[in-house]
Nanobody, 114 residues
Framework: EVQLVESGGGLVQPGGSLRLSCAIS????????MAWVRQAPGKALEWISDITSGGTALYADFVKGRFTISRDNAKNTVYLQLNSLKTEDTAMYYCAHNRMGGGRGQGTQVTVSS
């Protein structure tokens, strides 16, 4: 069974940082591109970033150098480092198989508030 399990979310003040993790099981993920997406209340799912099997990363324009995606194939884990967080970054964050959020896990909530 393929499973993606996100963790690392929480409540943080504007300007703060969080590191999200996505533990992957059930398939040979190191051969695949993985993505992070998010969904704020009342809004559509939004692509954040993805990383190829070789480690090449792409980001949505709104990231503007604040977020960093990475992967550790030995640990079957994908990470998303969130820096300089803004209130508008508040959302449920998911890792997924693609930019459309396919196969995503249960998500981890990130709340940015003072």
């Amino acid at each position: 069974e393929v499973q993606l399990v996100e963790s690392g979310g929480g409540l943080v003040q504007p300007g703060g940082s969080l590191r999200l993790s996505c533990a992957i099981s059930g398939f040979t993920y190191k051969n695949y591109c993985m993505a992070w997406v998010r969904q704020a209340p009342g809004k559509a799912l939004e692509w954040i970033s993805d990383i190829t099997s070789g480690g090449t990363a792409l980001y949505a324009d709104f990231v503007k150098g604040r977020f960093t995606i990475s992967r550790d194939n030995a640990k079957n884990t994908v990470y998303l480092q969130l820096n300089s967080l803004k209130t508008e970054d508040t959302a449920m964050y998911y890792c997924a198989h693609n930019r459309m959020g396919g196969g995503r896990g249960q998500g981890t909530q990130v709340t940015v508030s003072s």
